[in-house]
């Protein structure tokens, strides 16, 4: 019966870390390829994260920190961040959700307050 290799990680130092979390009782999944996976979700490993400072676990100062020590983020091109069209900017849908949460609007608001 064929079975497909194991996948061995390129990122040592999210294997170290799973070990660490397993090893100090954090909640993780039962091994290392479903965490990996796990934690390539945006949201998923932003919760994650959270939790992880929440119940007092070693981990970066912040999530971003966190997402580029263990290369849970790619890079992206500035283009995809902003879409041009008529001279007027198009906000991704993240800025545009933590604007609404914060209760700003961004169109209502006058030139000079921008």
Avoid at 6 to 30: F, H, I, M, R, W
Avoid at 59 to 81: C, I
């Amino acid at each position: 019966m064929y079975q497909e290799p194991k996948n061995n990680s390129t990122n040592p130092e999210l294997k170290k870390y799973y070990s660490y979390l397993k090893q100090n009782g954090a909640d993780v999944p039962p091994d290392y390829n479903s965490f990996e996976s796990t934690l390539k979700d945006v949201n998923a490993s932003k919760q994650y994260y959270d939790y992880l400072k929440k119940e007092g676990f070693d981990a970066p100062d912040n999530y971003d920190a966190f997402a580029s020590t263990f290369g849970l983020k790619k890079k992206k091109n500035l283009h995809n961040h902003h879409q041009f069209s008529q001279n007027r900017v198009r906000y991704p849908k993240l800025v545009l959700r933590v604007l609404k949460n914060l209760n700003i609007n961004l169109f209502s608001m006058k030139e000079e307050d921008k």
